[in-house]
Nanobody, 123 residues
Framework: QVQLVESGGGLVQPGGSLRLGCAASGRPFSTYAVGWFRQAPGKEREFVAAITWSGGSTTYADSVKGRFTISRDNVKNTVYLKMVSLKPEDTAVYYC????????????????WGQGTQVTVSS
């Protein structure tokens, strides 16, 4: 079992920045790929970014490419999502998820999920 806890969400103005954290406990986190997903009210959950177990490869949704950066610190058992130039359309609940194996963009591939953290971009 892997337990995931997100942090760092909040209210930010358009153009602002936030850094989300996903802290893991349980099995060795360094063997898991991690993805970030988000869900806005009335919309389906969508892929945001993913990172391999080593951190050597990352993938981003087109809508966040160039603005968001995913990284991980396997010593601290934490994955980060740095978000800059935030837009109102980035408003959503952000979830991190983990899976044993390669990083993918499909939410159904991920086994473990956090409870989510709210990000609101508004003036």
């Amino acid at each position: 079992q892997v337990q995931l806890v997100e942090s760092g969400g909040g209210l930010v103005q358009p153009g602002g920045s936030l850094r989300l954290g996903c802290a893991a406990s349980g099995r060795p986190f360094s063997t898991y790929a991690v993805g970030w997903f988000r869900q806005a009210p009335g919309k389906e959950r969508e892929f945001v970014a993913a990172i391999t177990w080593s951190g050597g490869s990352t993938t981003y949704a087109d809508s966040v490419k160039g603005r968001f950066t995913i990284s991980r610190d396997n010593v601290k058992n934490t994955v980060y999502l740095k978000m800059v130039s935030l837009k109102p359309e980035d408003t959503a609940v952000y979830y991190c998820a983990a899976r044993f194996g390669v990083a993918t963009v499909r939410s159904s591939d991920y086994t473990y999920w956090g409870q989510g953290t709210q990000v609101t971009v508004s003036s």
